[in-house]
DNA sequence: TATTTTTTCACCCGATTGAGGTATGGAAAA
DNA sequence: TTTTCCATACCTCAATCGGGTGAAAAAATA
């Protein structure tokens, strides 16, 4: 069966333009297109695409907005975002948002069909300037030193649980409730791994927990 | 002038197919084929490349190493990891390393191709699966959740100094003997801290803190 | 099989923390 | 000018936490 694409643009002509090379592609079809989201529940529950082809520019409500809807809505069906802009913030917004692909509007026809070809498979299609960024994003707010070779601590699978608890901010008893175990269980557990650590805290704990991602 | 690209792979089989689809293409050349990354200093110099051709899996220094070194010391130099790995791990390891690309060994000729053009004019070329993990990862390791717009922390200046203290580990006697100020005022500032950031510890405001990059 | 590691549980002690309240001076905003 | 917010400081009390010791199953490994 074809990939079904729902297209979100303001734009008259890329809108006719994207549901041309849509149709124009076997094994894709556009079964609608937008102006704008209002009433995106509607529109999608009509479209009821396998992809969602969204501009960031639009009146009323901003493509990223939107795609934080999708997601949250139609977890199943993969967005993929499409802008003039290249500035990192809209990539990191659409991003987070949750948005599968992102691809420069300069892209061609050709690239784009492979693009939808590429979100509908699981795959995450973006413009080479876009993946460059993301990767430059990336190794900014990556939680590590990589070059601290040295600290690698080793915890039991036990132990890395707990640490997730309390990461999560459970205190001791939660995650005896929560693990099934004695809260004195729990509290030899949690000074072993403090050791296993070299911390003397919980709070220390979660700190190296998240930026060493050991949870 | 050709790109010229050093290729270090411990399989002779791969290396030398490698360097056959290089020097079979018009504007790439092969300047060096290295079956591992001792003496790598040495190596680089010999080859003077611009795109660095890395296995991951290779005896003595593993590629992920290897490619710290060569961010560190040539940071003209643009690497493009090769691997028969999929894992998060290796994925999230070789971008911090600060590698330009990522792509798999099942990764075809002409877009192996493609990827060193496409490194050597700063882009990012990945394999679908490997770019859409690194938007999972991205999205696993995003310190800021911009959809949940109701959540924004209001903090004093005081109040972010104190919670960064935290963060960094300090006990509130720490905390009190840095700030200058006394235990007690600490603690009704922490106690201020808990309320604003609707959490009721320590870890959890630590958590928060980071998550929400407020320090 | 024997040995080590992991996981489990218990008790003690002292220090720390969290929650509640009260209060004062100063700065900023209304 | 009054009010609100911020920073400062102190108090009490109960609960929790960190450190230490000890020990016994269970699981993994040699």
Redesign the pocket.
């Known amino acids: 069966m074809d990939i079904k694409v729902a297209i979100f643009e303001d734009n008259k002509l890329m809108r006719e333009g994207y549901e041309a090379i849509c149709n124009g592609t076997p094994g894709i079809t556009c079964s609608a297109v937008f102006h704008d989201c209002m009433d995106i529940d509607h529109k999608m529950r009509k479209a009821d695409p396998h992809v969602v082809l969204m501009d960031i520019e639009m009146p009323e409500m901003n493509g990223i907005t939107a795609t934080r809807i999708l997601v949250k809505d139609w977890p199943e069906v993969k967005i993929l975002i499409q802008t003039v802009f290249e500035d990192d913030d809209k990539i990191f917004d659409a991003i987070c948002a949750g948005a599968s692909g992102y691809i420069l509007k300069s892209t061609s026809p050709a690239r784009l069909v492979e693009a939808i070809n590429e979100v509908y498979n699981g795959g995450s299609p973006m413009s080479p300037y876009i993946a460059s960024r993301v990767l430059k994003l990336f190794q900014k707010f990556a939680p590590v030193i990589p070059g601290d070779e040295e600290e690698k601590f080793?915890l039991?699978?036990?132990?890395k649980e707990i640490l997730s608890l309390m990461v999560e901010g459970n205190?001791?008893?939660a995650i005896a409730d929560k693990?099934f175990?004695?809260?004195?269980?729990v509290?030899?557990?949690?000074?072993?791994i403090?050791k296993k650590l070299h911390v003397?805290?919980?709070s220390e704990a979660v700190v190296k927990a998240i930026r060493q991602r050991l949870v």
């Open positions: 080793v039991s699978s036990r132990e205190n001791l008893h693990s175990i004695s809260y004195e269980t509290r030899t557990h949690v000074k072993r403090y003397a805290s919980a």
